[in-house]
T-cell receptor, first 116, second 116 residues
């Protein structure tokens, strides 16, 4: 039982390059999330997927796209990377039922992305 | 919209002593969850403790306890008998009971260092 697995752990991109961050969970969670973490700003939600087949924008979605490939996998794509997207990215998952947070978030180990 | 404020960017404590981390929040919701997450140098985000607003009793998990003051909108974390492994960034977070996933809001974090 690996929990939430993110790849890669580190990545350096040049401005304008594209890449996809991969995330998979093996806990049968229905909801998955992508956050970015910047110094002094906590974690901010980029996109989330409440259930398989649905995705919604979070607080800071500009410059990103997501795909909920199946119940296990939720990827984040940067089509044309910019220096402002230098950050640490976290994938998370949980079970959501009638209330918003029936279970706490389980996080991956993060991806440190640098855009030069 | 909710806001979560952690006014102490950095704190330190001697091993075996007690430390309290502060968190205040602003919301018009009556039912909600509050969380403390820990992020050690490994970058893994770990749930420390959770409090449901309708419960008057303060949550406790081993050496970690909270002081939840609903009227004051305050949610502090007390760590007793601090250990070197408690060195981490601590995030306070708020989630409305019946809101959408995008309404989980994190504070900016407090870096705690436990000194030997």
């Amino acid at each position: 039982n690996a929990g939430v697995t993110q790849t890669p752990k580190f990545q350096v991109l040049k401005t304008g390059q594209s890449m996809t961050l991969q995330c998979a969970q093996d806990m049968n969670h229905n909801s998955m999330y992508w956050y970015r973490q910047d110094p002094g700003m906590g974690l901010r939600l980029i996109y989330y997927s409440a259930s398989e087949g649905t995705t919604d924008k979070g607080e800071v979605p500009n410059g990103y796209n997501v795909s909920r490939l199946n119940k296990r996998e939720f990827s984040l794509r940067l089509e044309s990377a910019a220096p402002s997207q230098t950050s640490v990215y976290f994938c998370a998952s949980n079970i959501r039922g009638q209330s918003s947070y029936n279970s706490p978030l389980h996080f991956g180990n993060g991806t440190r992305l640098t855009v030069t | 919209a909710q806001t979560v404020t952690q006014s102490q960017p950095e704190m330190s404590v001697q091993e075996a002593e007690t430390v309290t981390l502060s968190c205040t929040y602003d919301t018009s919701e009556n039912n909600y969850y509050l969380f403390w997450y820990k992020q050690p140098p490994s970058r893994q985000m770990i749930l420390v403790i959770r409090q449901e607003a309708y419960k008057q009793q303060n949550a406790t998990e081993n050496r970690f306890s909270v002081n939840f003051q609903k009227a004051a909108k305050s949610f502090s974390l007390k760590i007793s008998d601090s250990q070197l492994g408690d060195t981490a960034m601590y995030f306070c977070a708020f989630a409305p009971y019946s809101g959408s996933a995008r309404q989980l809001t994190f504070g900016s974090g407090t870096q705690l260092t436990v000194l030997p």
